[in-house]
């Protein structure tokens, strides 16, 4: 769906772009996606002179799911002294928590094209646990246990 974007972002800006085909929710829950995105992005930096590229030029990127698993791929290769470093990570329009989706940027946005709350949660769910059962908790934000609600609260809160 993105390989004519993908085309033209390599053409004017003069770089290699590798697109991963990663498993896709509802058949391949988490973690699936994930390591499928790990996994080419590891063996693309441990391969970077086979396509002349400069070690220090790679950039992650996605956006929606993607951007969340470009998230997740630059968190866990952040502490990595085997492989280059990557450069920057370009997040476009991620989803990036389902603690609570009853934050003001959900309330503000619901309306919004892309960022639709119930329609937000019905995929978080799908790529978690391949099932929507408990979609009404989530939207209520009673899916979450009142200590781990606590323990989160300094990176997930209206403040």
């Not at 498993?23 to 693309?44: G, S, V």
């Not at 698993?69 to 990595?80: D, F």
Request: charge should be negative; hydrophobic fraction near 35%; aromatic fraction near 10%.
């Amino acid at each position: 769906s993105h390989e004519r974007i993908c085309q033209y972002t390599a053409k004017e800006s003069g770089s290699l772009v590798v697109s991963v085909g990663y498993r896709l929710a509802p058949e391949h829950k988490y973690p699936a996606a994930y390591e499928d995105c790990l996994n080419a992005t590891q063996h693309f930096l441990q391969h970077l002179e086979r396509y002349g590229v400069d070690p220090a030029r790679v950039i992650v990127c996605g956006d929606s799911a993607g951007g969340n698993l470009a998230a997740a791929v630059s968190q866990t290769l952040a502490g990595r002294s085997d492989l280059p470093r990557l450069r920057a990570q370009i997040l476009i329009y991620p989803g990036l928590q389902a603690l609570d989706f009853n934050l003001p940027s959900y309330q503000q946005n619901r309306g919004v094209p892309l960022l639709f709350q119930e329609p937000a949660a019905f995929y978080v769910l799908q790529y978690i646990q391949g099932g929507t059962s408990n979609l009404e908790e989530v939207l209520e934000g009673s899916h979450i246990p009142p200590d781990l609600r606590l323990k989160y609260r300094k990176w997930v809160s209206p403040d």
